[in-house]
């Protein structure tokens, strides 16, 4: 019903930077929230950043002042540009999306990730 498609991860020095994007399609009516979340080799997977359909953001202490989330209605992609980027980001990201079916509720819809890997 819905996909959400990620890229731009790669790998990256240390001060470095990546723009990851998410596309979503599908039987859309509305999205609602979208965020990006990561994990960690051995870790859970943790919220980065997150904006809601109106623009509001909210951001993880660890990536504050370094990362930027933001969105294309329209186009129905979310962005995460990462500045700054640290050996600690490496991690699989994913882009979430609160989607509002043409037929049906609000459900969660998760992509199926981009490794980003940042060397020392």
């Known amino acids: 019903q819905v996909q959400l498609v990620e890229s731009g991860g790669g790998l990256v020095q240390a001060g470095g930077s990546l723009r990851l994007s998410c596309v979503a399609s599908g039987s859309i009516f509305r999205i609602n929230d979208m965020g990006w979340y990561r994990q960690a080799p051995g870790k859970q997977r943790e919220l980065v950043a997150g904006?809601?359909?109106?623009?509001?953001?909210n951001y993880a202490d660890s990536v504050k002042g370094r990362f930027t989330i933001s969105r294309d209605n329209a186009k129905k992609t979310v962005y995460l540009q990462m500045n700054s980027l640290k050996p600690d980001d490496t991690a699989v990201y994913y882009c979430?999306?609160?989607?509002?079916?043409?037929?049906?509720?609000?459900?969660?819809?998760w992509g199926q990730g981009t490794q980003v890997t940042v060397s020392s």
């Open positions: 979430n999306a609160d989607v509002w079916l043409l037929q049906g509720p609000v459900q969660r819809y």
């Open positions: 904006i809601t359909n109106s623009g509001m953001t």
